[in-house]
Every structure is written in structure tokens, then in C-alpha cells.
């Protein structure tokens, strides 16, 4: 049986949008190589990961544009 990769040891990106005080944001963990794409909290980057389908996922920031 084979497992995915952990997202934990993903590279994490956030929104260039974000700024750097300290907001409501999340982080994505955009090429895991299961079709999912990983979401944290990244003020809590050691908490819960949230794992959302690629298709879900580009259907939400289409969106948000």
C-alpha cells in the first residue's frame, strides 16, 4: 500500500495579497501530486490541514476574482 506525502512537508505559499500583519490567512500547498490541494491557517501552520479537490479548489479562487 503506498501513502501520499505528508502536506506538512509541502511548500507553502500564501497569497501575495496577504501583507504581513498578521491577518486572517490561509497558506496553500499547490502541487501535491494527488489531485488535492492542501489548506492551512497560517497562523497555526502546525495545526489541522484541510485537504480540498483540485477542481474545488480552482472553482473557489475563480471566484474570488
Known sequence: META???????????????NTGGDC???APAC??????VRDSKNPSGPVVTVGAD???AF?????
Open 26 to 28: 490561509v497558506e496553500v
Open 5 to 19: 506525502p505528508s502536506p506538512r512537508n509541502s511548500q507553502w505559499r500564501k497569497s501575495s495579497y496577504s501583507g
Open 33 to 38: 501530486p494527488t489531485g488535492t490541494v492542501p
Open 61 to 65: 479562487v475563480d471566484g474570488l476574482r
Open 56 to 58: 474545488a479548489w480552482q
